[in-house]
Structures are given as structure tokens and as C-alpha cells.
């Protein structure tokens, strides 16, 4: 199949989970025979932490440049190029508001379908960024989405919650709506010897560590996970949290870490390579995903988590909708929102059973190479691909 993957608002380059996804979905989606062309937002150094699109055959990788003056237009045009010279048969479009896809479906007559991995409106919300609009303005791009989901085939969301939500908010049928979890790749997130990951970090092998991945944002939650270190340490003085990531949260929580005396045993590791990820995870203990009050109306499919369970690691997450699969399967421990005893009481638990905490590891494992590795996942994508172009016989509607 010849799909048109459109990511137009993603810099690849980046480190940060919508990267990871999109890297991970279109390399799997080649693996498995699909020949897939992606465009993604331009970035200054195409050179630097690319060389794993080079090494995928099927793989075509192209940059949209952005244009101040007519960008729309102008992305169009260089996205309907590409798509004529590949001969696409779908367009597959991650983006809240996707007007290139609707606009390249109706010019080439192929049908496009929309991801949505997100509720927008919910993360500005956590973010406390204000956005005024005039209340007209507001309700004309509502009504240009609602077209634009009405006419797509399908619209793909990692969450059921996030699926609920936007079909109650544009009025969508029940059967326009696919639900696609997030997941990890299982290759690279493996078991790792713990003693040689903390060596190669240069972490103290006799010292217990807990991690967490991903982008420093209020939604996830770390602060609490540092509220929580006086109350760990007072029972196991010998354990430390590395937080890899970075954000618009790393100084304040850096200076919160300083404030509750526990800086020498918080890590902030930044940024690292996404080759390097694994061997932080499995330098650790246990991992975490303490994600905050907020996402009660998206729920999480946090690719965090299947990373953490790919390499074995027992999970420590917040009662979040979505993630429930985490105590039912037996692979981790879900706990209050924003409760810092109860985080602390958890990871005290796992900290001092090692059997328990490898059992817990051995089914996270299981699960996510069974489940919820992006093969996987790009199957589910491909199935769904291949049966909307086989069933796809009328042209696109326009406004009715």
C-alpha cells in the first residue's frame, strides 16, 4: 500500500513523544511492506538524528517548509507534488485540524483518514496558556472541523476517552471512530543486565534508582514524584530518581528538589539520544508515570509506559482512564492522582521486593510484545488502511 503520512506539524528531529510516535508508526508501517511517504515540518538540521530514515526501504522522508505568507497554499501544492509522483492511495493525517489532508483527498480523489492523539484544548488548560478568540471565530473552525472529520473515513484516536470526546463534541457516528493504542518498539526496548546499564551511565551499583521518561509538562506529574522523595528516602536512604527528559518544567522542579533537601538524589539527565532511553530504564528499579489531574477527559496512552514494560520494568502510574490495563494485568501498580503518600508508599513496596518487582516485570514484558509494540500497532493501522481503500468506491463529498 502507498500511504501518504502527513505529520506536517512534527519536528522529527525532536526527542519528544509525538516524534517517537510518528518515527515508530511510519517505520513499522514500512517494515510490514507498506511503501510509506512522510512529510513532516521542516527542521534546521535534516542531517543530525535522521540516519535511522536512511536504513528503512520503503521509507521516504520529506520536509515541509513553512511559509509565512499563504503556507496553506503553498503546503498543499508541495504535499499534492509528492503524492502525484508516489501515486498514493491514502492519506493518513495527524493533526487536530486536518486541512491538507481533507484538501489532497478532494483534489486526488483518495480517501484520507485523520489521527488524533490528543484533546488540544484540555492541554492548554494544563498548560494555563490563555487563547483569546472572538466567539464567531471559534465557532467557524469548530464547524470547518466537524466538516473535515465528518469527510474523513476514519478518525484514529490512542484512547477510547479521546475517541468519546470527539465524537460527542463534532456528533460522529460510533462507527467513524477507531481506537489505535500507542506503543513501543521492542526491539530497541529490551532487557538490558542492570549492572551493566548503571555502569555505563556511571550510577553507583549498590544505589536503588526509579526513573521517569518524557517531557517535563504539568500534566505529567513529577513534581509529586519529587514531593514524594523525603517520604522514600526516610525508609530506603540508598535510592534515587533520574528523570530523563526535558521542559518547560525542568528549572522548577529542579529548584523544588533543592527546596525539600533532596537534590542528591534527584537526576536530571536532560534530553539523551532515543537509542539511549533503554539503557536509563533498565539502570532502574522501577518506573514511573505519576501523571496529574487534567487528563480525566483524554486518559493516557503514554508511550512512556509500554517502553518501561518493554524492558521489563514494573510500572508505578496514576489512576488515569486508559491505563487501568496496568493492575488487571498485573504488570504495575495504579495510585490517586496527585497523591504523594500514596506514590511513595508504591514505590517503597516495589523497592523492597525484588521478586515481586520481577514478576511484575516478566508480564509488562509479555504484554507489550504480545499487545502493544509498534508493529503491532502498525498492523492494526494497515488492516485499517487497506479496508478503507478496498471499501472506498464514491468520490469525497464537499459541504452538504
Request: hydrophobic residues 40%; contains cysteine; glycine residues 6%.
Amino acid at each position: 500500500m502507498k500511504i501518504l503520512f502527513l505529520a506536517l506539524d512534527i519536528n522529527i528531529g525532536n526527542k519528544t513523544g509525538d516524534s517517537i510516535h510518528v518515527r515508530e508508526l511510519a517505520v513499522s508501517l514500512a517494515k510490514l511492506g507498506n511503501n510509506v511517504i512522510l512529510i513532516t515540518a521542516d527542521t534546521k538540521n535534516k542531517s543530525s538524528g535522521l540516519n535511522w530514515a536512511k536504513k528503512i526501504p520503503n521509507l521516504h522522508l520529506f520536509f515541509n517548509e513553512r511559509r509565512q505568507r499563504f503556507r496553506n497554499i503553498s503546503t498543499l501544492i508541495y504535499c499534492r507534488k509528492i503524492a502525484k509522483k508516489y501515486h498514493v492511495q491514502i492519506i493518513y493525517e495527524r493533526r487536530p485540524s486536518p486541512k491538507i489532508g481533507f484538501a489532497l483527498g478532494r483534489l486526488l480523489r483518495i480517501p484520507f483518514i485523520v489521527e488524533i492523539n490528543a484533546l488540544v484544548e484540555e492541554e492548554i488548560a494544563l498548560v494555563g496558556e490563555r487563547r483569546e478568540e472572538i466567539s464567531v471565530i471559534k465557532h467557524i473552525k469548530k464547524a470547518f472541523r466537524r466538516h473535515f472529520f465528518k469527510q474523513a473515513k476514519r478518525v484514529v484516536t490512542v484512547t477510547r476517552n479521546i475517541g468519546n470526546e470527539i465524537q460527542r463534541t463534532y456528533n460522529l457516528p460510533d462507527e467513524k471512530i477507531g481506537v489505535i493504542p500507542n506503543g513501543a518498539n521492542t526491539d530497541l526496548f529490551k532487557p538490558i543486565d542492570l549492572d551493566t546499564c548503571k555502569k555505563r551511565l556511571d550510577l553507583d551499583k549498590d544505589s536503588r534508582y526509579i526513573c521517569f521518561t518524557g517531557n517535563l509538562a504539568p500534566w505529567q506529574g513529577v513534581k509529586y514524584m519529587i514531593d514524594a522523595m523525603p517520604l522514600i528516602l526516610a525508609e530506603i536512604p540508598d535510592v534515587t530518581l533520574v528523570i530523563v527528559g526535558g521542559g518547560t518544567q525542568k528549572e522548577a522542579l529542579e529548584d523544588r528538589s533543592r527546596k525539600l533537601g533532596v537534590d542528591k538524589h534527584v537526576i536530571f539527565a536532560g534530553w539523551v539520544d532515543y537509542e539511549k532511553v533503554p539503557i536509563y530504564i533498565n539502570a532502574s528499579d522501577i518506573c514511573v508515570a505519576p501523571l496529574s489531574t487534567g487528563r480525566e477527559k483524554s486518559g493516557s496512552s503514554a508511550i512512556k509506559i509500554y517502553e518501561y514494560l518493554a524492558c521489563g520494568k514494573p510500572v508505578i502510574a496514576s489512576d488515569v482512564p486508559s491505563l487501568e490495563f496496568l493492575k488487571k494485568s498485573g504488570c504495575g501498580i495504579i495510585v490517586p492522582k496527585d497523591d504523594v503518600p500514596a506514590l511513595a508508599s508504591a514505590s517503597i513496596q516495589l523497592l523492597s521486593n525484588p521478586p515481586h518487582r520481577a514478576r511484575l516485570g516478566q508480564t509488562g514484558r509479555k504484554i507489550v510484545t504480545e499487545k502493544y509494540s509498534w508493529v503491532s500497532t502498525a498492523k492494526k493501522v494497515t488492516d485499517l488502511l487497506e479496508y478503507t481503500v478496498k471499501s472506498d468506491n464514491s468520490p469525497l463529498l464537499f459541504f452538504r
